[in-house]
């Protein structure tokens, strides 16, 4: 989820319009490394925001430190932007795991089998929804539903 061209664009002309006006008016060694720590603030920034990893392995799904096992998936969706926009502008994200980012417009739904979660769905922002949705569903369908606990298999899949 690494930031766009045009977001490191727009860091850049911040930090450097805070760089100038720190050189503008603050003595030689000292502006000098307040532009220093300015710059290093401003790259670690732009490196933290579009650290985050989406992981589809064997066992779950992992976002960030965050992990959830297949077996708590219930469904999942890739999503266009209109319908992204939409789904995080309305109240049915209220409660949900929310991983996006705001260079990405796109992005995948899941909606989950724990009734006891506190999270009904994890919304994820991803530059290609529909292969990682794709990726995402391969492994809801190897999950057979007797490993799921009755409780949580939706009424009509019994």
């Known amino acids: 989820m690494w930031m766009s061209w045009w977001w490191w664009l727009l ?3 911040v930090a450097g319009s805070m760089i100038l006006a720190v050189a503008a008016w603050v003595p030689s060694l000292p502006g000098a490394l307040a532009c220093a720590a300015i710059a290093a603030l401003s ?3 732009g490196l933290a925001a579009g ?3 989406i992981r ?3 066992e779950g799904l992992g976002v960030g430190p965050n992990r959830i096992e297949w077996r708590w998936v219930d469904r999942v969706r ?3 932007a209109g319908t992204m926009s939409t789904i995080l502008h309305s109240g049915h994200q209220v409660g949900s795991f929310i991983c996006t980012r705001p ?3 796109t992005g995948v739904v899941l ?4 009734p006891a979660d506190p999270h009904p769905a994890w919304i994820l922002s991803s530059r290609h929804p529909e292969r990682l949705a794709d990726a995402i ?3 809801l369908n190897r999950v057979s539903e007797a490993t799921r606990p009755a409780a949580i298999i939706p009424e009509e899949r019994r």
């Not at 909606?111 to 724990?114: Q, T």
């Open 11 to 13: 860091l850049v002309a």
């Open 78 to 80: 890739g999503c266009d």
């Open 103 to 105: 260079w990405i417009g």
């Open 51 to 53: 650290r985050v990893l």
């Open 56 to 58: 589809v392995d064997a």
């Open 43 to 45: 790259l670690w920034a």
């Open 137 to 139: 569903g391969d492994h």
């Open 111 to 114: 909606r989950l089998a724990d």
